[in-house]
């Protein structure tokens, strides 16, 4: 049985350190450009900078938590509708 607000939290915060983490990347480097171009026109107000790393953040925090949040709520539901045999 799987908790959706732990799964939820736990990828939420891994997703949204790395939209952090490569936006500081790129806007010193130019590293993950593109990457974050497709990011720039899905998260609205999002744009490549440090401003936008904490916009990206917060973005990616609420997107991978409510994503697999519901995924785990799934998952238990699907988990309990199969029949299960007995091994006594």
């Not at 500081?24 to 999002?46: E, N, P, Q, R, W």
């Not at 997107?63 to 029949?83: P, R, V």
Request: charged share 10%; hydrophobic share 50%; with cysteine.
């Amino acid at each position: 049985m799987l908790k959706p607000c732990k799964l939820g939290a736990a990828v939420g915060i891994v997703w949204g350190l790395s939209i952090f983490i490569c936006t500081l990347f790129a806007t010193y480097t130019g590293y993950s450009k593109d990457f974050l171009m497709v990011l720039k026109s899905i998260y609205i107000g999002f744009d490549i900078g440090v401003g936008g790393a904490f916009i990206g953040l917060v973005y990616g925090f609420l997107d991978g938590f409510i994503g697999f949040a519901i995924i785990g709520w799934i998952y238990n539901k699907l988990s309990g509708c199969c029949c299960h045999k007995d091994h006594n």
